[in-house]
């Protein structure tokens, strides 16, 4: 890993939580990510799943973590399983952890290797009467792939037939979507890594630079402060690209007169930060985009001060949509006769703000966490309205993320420049 050692109490206090939830006499088990094949023999990436991480910070492939709390040996109430070192495939891919490594990182006292543990997992599993197993619960999964989690929850069923199972997707997506103060001050981390790389931008945009640049500036900002990496494929979209909401080709020449709209974010010890911000190629917003621009920025200010505990994203998604269809008017986009005709499932609106204004975020970038009941204090969410306007070849969006507490919310990216006025006084300097 590239990030500094994060403190293993922010995973020793998840673990606590979990089995905190869990029913008596019961075990759970969370098994690593799949290592996914490209082509030839090569493979993709390794990304950790997310909930074994956030019980213990491993990022290793193979890895799992059973929670015993009603074993009769204390040794294996926290286990932490592990690949064992080899020789000859460290010459290959690279040194593993080590038991005293894992602990450092995780707070798991017991290290049992993964070609041992089947017959310790046999004999915990009989003296429980409940086991929890995993699965992606997050309302946004589109993979139709059986991942490993799946595989495993099958040859556990097959091997236990007679227990009672228990989904701990659901307590994870109770307990993860509440972020710990612990957390926040990764998850700053990654957002303060990507402030520095947004005002290093600032300085570098101008007409005829392309998209690519651009990105490639992130990265190398990102990787010499110690980020993993960009949290997701950084959008770079100038001009007419910025209506597409995920456009990734970035490919194209940024001309003058135009603006450019850039999404990305750090990853920082497994947390994501999710920036967007619109700035003009040539350092200077006409009047018409500053017009629509600081239309995008009351509505995100206004979004930021009615997300609060207790109300749904659903009615808060309705309230921000009351006060865009109020902008549209002010700014000439919409007609007094487009609202009385609009159609209540898809209001007028709708054609120039045409995707949700929050998602939760975290370990996941459209992290765990609630969709439907009320938002609680310790939610981390983005705030991000867009204004996408067809006949003009225009997209700003504005996205900060916001920690929801008890005493109101903390914008994480306050200090993170936003106005039409201070976005071009940085791009002349």
């Known amino acids: 890993m590239k990030y500094l050692p994060l403190d293993p109490a922010i995973f020793n206090n998840n673990r606590k939580k979990f089995i905190a939830k869990m029913l008596p006499s019961s075990i759970a088990v969370f098994v690593s990510n799949d290592e996914w094949p490209a082509n030839g023999d090569a493979l993709h990436g390794f990304k950790q799943n997310s909930d074994l ?5 491993i990022e290793q492939e193979d890895s799992m ?14 286990v932490l399983v592990l690949v064992r070192p080899n020789a000859l495939k460290e010459k290959w891919d690279g040194k593993r952890l080590r038991a005293s490594e894992a602990t450092a990182i995780s707070g798991i006292k017991t290290i049992v290797w993964l070609d041992s543990l089947d017959a310790l997992l046999q004999g915990w599993v009989h003296l429980a009467d409940c086991i929890y197993l995993d699965s992606n619960e ?25 227990h009672q199972y228990q989904r701990a997707a ?3 997506k109770e307990l993860r979507g509440i972020k710990t103060k612990e957390e926040i001050v990764v998850v700053q981390k990654a957002i303060d890594i990507t402030d520095t790389t947004f005002r290093r931008l ?57 603006l450019i709209l850039m999404d990305f974010g750090a990853q920082y010890g497994g947390y994501n930060a999710d920036l967007t911000r619109t700035v003009p190629v040539n350092g200077k917003f006409s009047k018409r985009q500053k017009t629509v621009y600081n ?26 949509g009351e006060e865009a269809t109020q902008q549209f008017l002010k700014i000439g986009l919409l007609t007094k006769q487009d609202i009385k005709n609009e159609d209540p499932e898809n209001r007028a609106y709708r054609k120039y703000l045409y995707h949700g204004i929050s998602h939760h975020l975290g370990l996941d970038v459209h992290d765990l966490g609630t969709r439907t009941a009320p938002i609680k204090a310790g939610m981390l969410f983005t705030i991000e309205p867009g204004i996408y306007i067809e006949e003009e ?37």
């Not at 991480?53 to 910070?57: E, M, N, Q, R, V």
């Open 53 to 57: 991480f956030w019980l213990s910070g």
């Open 65 to 78: 973590v059973v929670l015993f709390p009603d074993c009769p040996d204390p040794k294996y109430r926290e």
């Open 138 to 162: 997050n309302d946004r999964k589109a993979a139709t792939a059986r991942s490993r989690e799946y595989r495993f929850i099958d040859e556990m069923k097959h091997q236990y037939p007679l």
């Open 170 to 172: 659901k307590i994870m």
């Open 202 to 258: 600032l300085k570098f945009i101008e007409p005829g630079v392309t998209e690519y640049e651009i990105e490639a500036e992130i990265w190398h900002s990102f990787l010499s402060q110690r980020a993993t990496g960009p949290a997701y494929g950084s959008i770079i979209a100038s001009g007419d690209n910025a209506r597409t909401l995920h456009y990734v080709s970035n490919n194209a020449t940024c001309k003058d007169g135009e």
């Open 295 to 320: 239309s995008c920025l009351h509505l995100h200010n206004y979004a930021k001060r009615i997300l609060k505990p207790g109300i749904t994203v659903v009615d808060y998604t309705e309230k921000v």
């Open 393 to 429: 070849q225009m997209g700003i969006r504005i996205e900060n993320n916001v920690w929801i507490t008890k005493n109101g919310n903390t914008d994480l990216m306050k200090n993170i420049p936003v106005t039409a006025e201070d976005i071009e006084r940085l791009m002349k300097k």
